[in-house]
């Protein structure tokens, strides 16, 4: 039995739409799971038909875009298989956070050509396509080669090899053990676990890298807030240059937590447009209060907004309690109804909790532009993760292949510390050498024997 | 004329006698009495077939020409798994054992080995009363100096004395024996083995035939005299009095007396010596050309390369009951005889050895194993089989495995069935066969369990398990045998659905026994199974508690506890197995035109091309393939397969309702 498989097919980089294609067992359960349609339940979702809705992270709840789902039921589909398509907007971090989420989901990063492949083996291909695929495939592989070789110019591949060469010594040391019992060579039980120590402690670094890549690439979160009724919406629409959030002047319009992502200076940023914080009743109002407050404490920037037609600084000082340490940023919105209250735009100024003030008016526009300058400066000063640790740009096969080496490792390193045979930990570490060697496109596992003779005097 | 003579003419006119002393046609040739050949003919003429089983040397068949040991890491595996499909290393090394230790004891069951040290001479005489009784197996003696061939058929064999004996299938074993040369320091020779004639004419044939021959080296270190050994001050090796024997099928009839081996050192005072006659040493002058194995060094190579140490073991074996002469592991080396006896005036014990036989390193012709397909048959010439050494191979254990697959395959060949392959996770020799055939060897090959993936799987206790089944259905099975494997692979299986779901309860009587017992205490229902993972619980415990089975058979306790307690272990990698299996049992066409193929590159035709392997899994292990040729391949064979089964209307629909 296959398992389920995921991958963007459309081309990288920006286009108007992107597609992410799933195929496996897992399909309908992984649609149910992310997919909210915009009318009615997914689990009446009927195949070959195409439903528009958003998808959310299931784990945080989180909607993330609006995107259209098709499901194929199998085996009338490309592969034969249940499979299903989901387009997106067409931004790289749209696509990549949809993939994740399906991987997350239970799917695997598709191997270049699999897709075809699958179609071949039920059946589905026409005859006469099948050199030509196959040619397809070749030269997929080899771009996906390519990719990763580029890549690893930027660094992995040589931690990556370093970890290689540890699992190696790693594995030397145990089949010394298990298949020269004779030779009369003593192994230091201190120095193998000190060994899987060390090289966990290096998988552990290079995912961190990895993952301190990918905040770096997902996004900085932006959340507006400010008084009901300031004009939050409609800056949002402004900054994202869409018009999705309600935009009305009865109080308390905005209900939900709605994200959109927009990409400015190669960094992704999210807008969160939070309903008024206030007091409420409302069952409604108070959930969307609470996930309000939970996106205050994980923003990277807050832009609070203050209603120049009715000033009030209350809520600007339970804000700026309640952040510790996001960038506050104020816009004196509606400065198209009434020029701002200059004294109080001066005891805002010299407050050094502040990071930034900007007067305009989001219904025309005025301001958004100073406003854009400003968050990029601040976020890219405020990026820890730049100046504390070593990033790595890493594919999500890649970063799946150094997890799994990692949660692998650990249990090595377990086995080994509870005194379980050496035969039973070699496995692990030849589990581990595959997935390393995934990365670096190298497929040959090392010459084990040989580093034993090279190392070791062996032999009677 | 006289009469006498005019008589025999009559005489043999009578019986119509002609002038040709082998006209018969034999079914099967094996050439080469050694490990590989007795398995092979063994395996032919008991399966029926008409065999002729040739040796240079009938005194010499069954010889330890090396070291006079059978088993140990890896090898033990192969010898179970022989024993297992039919074959006979194990019993004979069973019969002559004069010490049988279990090595990695303290180690888990996949990796436990049985080693036997073996009365050189008692396994001659045993292997030789086996082949000469064999019904269907004629021993003769000759030299092989050509191999004859037709359309690219081998149809038999050309004797030294001019003789041609027809087969339809010809093994050749010629061990060490082709173009083999000897060195003694820079004395060398041509020779098999130290004092018997090499085979001079097979190399050159087999080159006519266009097969790629190469060269290699290995050697084997002195004899010596046991009578001038001083044994006092060394370290005894005995071997363990509780032991289990290489075969499934019993005990030996009447056991050897048991002997035990010594342990002794060479030192600084040896090694200085050794590098001051490099100059005479026919590895370092570079008169030796052949690759020798890493694993097995010289002594002249152990201390050039690791210059730190101060000493080498060297185990003083025993060749045999009767034999005085003791085998020196540990020095073998090519360096002159001089040297070699300053060498042990060097040793402690050996102060005053006398060497009998001295030691030399032979250098002989092999033929690299790409050429082979799986089943051990020359992939461009049909009905021609090689096994052991001349595949590149060391070891007596590696040859018997490749003999008595050879000779299986030999057999399927006749019948038109399909070839015996063992693969990966089924046996060591399946790992072995697929690397050498895959991979090829650059110096001789040797079993080590790190050569298995799926060691965990191929364990010394499960071999039964893993092949009499293949063993039967080849005929190499006795059917009381299979049947008395089925009854207790059946009593095996019963009693671990027993202790699955027996269970005990924690009464207060229970617990109370668990802590009289030391073991530690439960607080629910657990099975038996549960408790017996426990590395405290042993399977005796279970008589305490009243739980025991007495029908269960006490030699299969062991087998039963390795199964309960790496269970998890195994399971992992049966996971392990069933990916491996998906590109394994995807089979390529005999057929395939791999050089059309536009969408690999040049040189992974090529090296496609030449190994032709026979599986997608092979293929990706072949040096040098990548994940993308895999990948084509893998589209191009399932095209293949749905052209063959076509029912095109269909697939045109369903890959249009897919555009």
Redesign the interface.
């Known amino acids: 039995m296959n398992d389920t498989i995921a991958a963007v097919s459309t081309p990288e980089g920006r286009g108007g739409i992107s597609i992410v294609r799933i195929s496996g067992p897992d399909t309908l359960q992984i649609i149910q799971k992310l997919f909210i349609p915009r009318s009615f339940s997914s689990s009446k979702l009927r195949p070959w038909k195409v439903y528009c809705g958003y998808f959310q992270d299931p784990d945080t709840s989180i909607i993330q875009d609006e995107i259209l789902v098709t499901f194929f039921k199998g085996p009338q589909s490309y592969t034969g298989e249940d499979a299903a398509e989901f387009s997106c907007h067409g931004s790289p971090f749209i696509t990549q956070s949809l993939l994740e989420i399906v991987i997350r989901m239970g799917a695997r990063p598709a191997d270049p050509g699999e897709f075809t492949r699958r179609a071949f083996e039920n059946g589905k291909i026409d005859l006469s396509q099948a050199e030509a695929v196959a040619m397809i495939t070749a030269s997929e592989s080899e771009n996906a080669r390519r990719a990763a070789l580029n890549m690893l110019q930027g660094g992995l591949a040589r931690p990556v090899r370093n970890i290689r060469d540890s699992i190696t010594r790693l594995r030397v040391i145990l089949e010394i053990d298990l298949d020269f019992p004779e030779e009369a060579i003593t192994i230091d039980s201190q120095s193998i676990l000190q060994t899987f120590l060390e090289a966990e402690i290096q998988l552990q670094n290079l995912v961190d890298a990895g993952s301190a890549g990918d905040r770096l690439r997902q996004c900085r979160q932006i959340v507006i807030s400010g008084k009901v009724n300031a004009g939050k919406s409609s800056l949002f629409n402004q900054l994202t240059g869409r018009d999705r959030a309600i935009v009305s002047t009865e109080e308390g319009t905005t209900r939900d937590l709605l994200e959109a992502m927009s990409e400015w200076h190669g960094c992704r940023l999210t807008l969160v447009d939070t309903a008024g914080i206030r007091e409420s009743h409302s069952a409604a109002e108070t959930e969307a209060v609470k996930r309000s407050l939970a996106a205050l404490e994980t923003a990277d920037a807050i832009i609070y907004v203050i209603d120049g037609a009715n000033p009030d600084v209350g809520l600007l000082e339970t804000t700026i309690k309640l952040v510790r340490e996001s960038a506050i940023v104020i816009f004196w919105n509606k400065t198209d109804i009434c020029p701002p209250d200059q004294s109080l735009v001066e005891q805002i100024q010299t407050d050094p909790r502040i990071s930034g003030f900007l007067q305009g008016s989001a219904r025309f526009g005025w301001g958004i532009v100073e406003l854009r300058t400003l968050l990029r400066d601040l976020l890219d000063q405020s990026n820890p993760d730049i100046r504390e640790n070593p990033i790595l740009m890493m594919t999500i096969r890649q970063r799946n292949a150094l997890e799994q080496s990692l949660a692998l490792i650990r249990d090595a390193g377990k086995m080994m510390r509870d005194g379980i045979e050496p035969e039973c930990i070699v496995p692990s570490l030849r589990s581990i050498d595959h997935h390393l060697g995934s990365i670096l496109g190298d497929t040959l596992p090392p010459d084990i024997l040989g580093e034993i003779f090279a190392g070791f005097c062996i032999g009677k | 004329m006289n009469a006498a003579y005019l008589a025999y003419f009559a005489y043999t006119e009578h019986r119509g006698i002609e002038y040709m002393s082998r006209n018969v046609k034999y079914d099967v040739v094996v050439a080469g009495a050694g490990h590989a050949g007795i398995e092979a003919s063994m395996a032919c003429a008991r399966m029926g077939l008409n065999t002729a089983l040739i040796t240079l040397n009938v005194e010499m068949i069954g010889h330890m020409p090396c070291n006079p040991a059978v088993g140990g890491?890896?090898k033990s595996q192969i010898v179970r798994e022989i024993d297992a499909l039919g074959g006979w290393i194990g019993r004979l090394a069973d019969a002559t054992g004069i010490q049988f230790r279990m090595?990695?004891r303290k180690?888990?069951p996949?990796?436990w080995s049985l080693r036997t040290q073996n009365d050189k001479a008692a396994y001659r005489r045993a292997a030789q009363k086996l082949v000469f009784n064999q019904p269907k197996l004629d021993v003769l003696q000759d030299e092989i100096t050509a191999i004859q061939i037709k359309n690219r058929q081998c149809t038999g064999i050309v004797t030294s004395l001019g003789e041609t004996i027809q087969a339809r299938i010809v093994v050749l074993t010629p061990g060490t024996f082709m173009n083999g040369r000897i060195f003694i320091g820079l004395h060398s020779q041509e020779a098999g083995r130290l004092g018997e004639f090499p085979a001079r004419g097979l190399s050159q044939s087999l080159l006519n035939a266009g097969l790629t021959l190469g060269r290699l080296k290995t050697g084997t270190p002195c004899r010596i005299d046991g009578r001038t050994i001083d044994l006092s001050g060394l370290e005894a090796q005995p071997g363990d009095a509780d032991h289990p024997y290489f075969s499934h099928w019993g005990e030996p009839i009447d056991s050897l007396p048991q002997i035990e081996c010594y342990l002794t050192y060479t030192n600084r005072l040896t090694h200085e010596l050794i590098r001051n006659s490099l100059d005479r040493s026919p590895l370092y002058t570079g008169k030796i050309t052949g690759i020798g194995?890493?694993?097995?060094?010289s002594i002249e190579d152990?201390v050039m390369?690791?210059p730190d140490?101060d000493q080498?073991?060297i185990?003083l074996e025993p060749e045999g009951l009767d034999s005085k002469e003791i085998y020196a592991?540990?020095i073998s080396t090519s360096l002159p005889y001089d040297v070699q006896a300053a060498m042990l005036q060097s040793i402690r014990g050996l102060e005053n050895a006398r060497m009998i036989r001295p030691a030399y390193a032979v250098e002989y012709d092999f033929v690299q194993p790409t050429q082979l397909k799986p089943s051990l048959e020359c992939r461009e010439i049909d009905n021609l089989f090689l096994a052991g050494q001349i595949n590149g191979t060391s070891g007596y254990e590696e040859a018997a495995g490749q003999g008595l697959l050879a000779g299986i395959n030999a057999f399927r060949k006749l019948h038109e069935q399909n070839p015996l392959i063992l693969t990966r996770d089924q046996a060591y020799i399946g790992v072995m066969i697929d690397d050498l055939v895959t991979r090829g060897v650059d110096e001789p090959y040797r079993m080590?369990?790190?050569?298995a993936?799926y060691?965990?799987l191929l364990r010394s206790d499960n071999a039964d398990t893993r092949l009499v089944k293949t063993g039967f259905d080849s005929g190499l099975i006795e059917s009381d045998r299979y049947d008395l494997f089925q009854r207790r692979n059946r009593l095996l299986n019963d009693e671990l659905k027993r202790l699955e779901t027996q269970r005990l309860s924690p009464t207060k009587d229970n617990l109370a026994l668990m802590e009289k017992l030391s073991l530690q205490g439960i607080h629910r229902h657990m099975t038996l199974k549960e408790l017996l993972r426990r590395p405290e619980f042993s399977y005796s415990h279970l008589i305490e508690f009243g739980l025991d089975n007495p029908g269960f058979p006490s030699d299969l306790i062991e087998k039963l506890m390795i199964e309960i307690r790496?269970e998890g272990?195994i399971e992992?990698?049966v996971e392990?197995v069933s990916r491996f299996r998906k590109l394994e049992d995807t089979i390529i066409p005999a057929n395939f035109d791999y050089l059309s193929?536009?969408?690999?590159s040049n040189e992974v035709r090529q090296k496609l091309n030449a190994i032709r392997p026979v599986s997608l899994g092979q293929a990706?292990r072949i040096?040098g393939?990548?994940?993308?040729?895999i990948?084509?391949l893998?589209?191009?064979i399932?095209?293949a397969q749905?052209?063959r089964g076509?029912s095109?209307a269909q697939?045109?629909q369903?890959?249009?309702?897919?555009q």
């Open positions: 890491l890896g090595l990695n180690k888990g996949a990796v194995p890493r694993y097995c060094p152990k390369r690791f140490r080498h073991q185990f592991n540990g080590f369990t790190s050569r993936e060691r965990l790496y272990y992992r990698q392990d193929v536009d969408s690999l990706s040096p393939m990548t994940p993308a040729a990948s084509v893998s589209v191009l399932h095209r749905i052209r076509s095109g697939e045109k369903d890959a249009a309702l897919d």
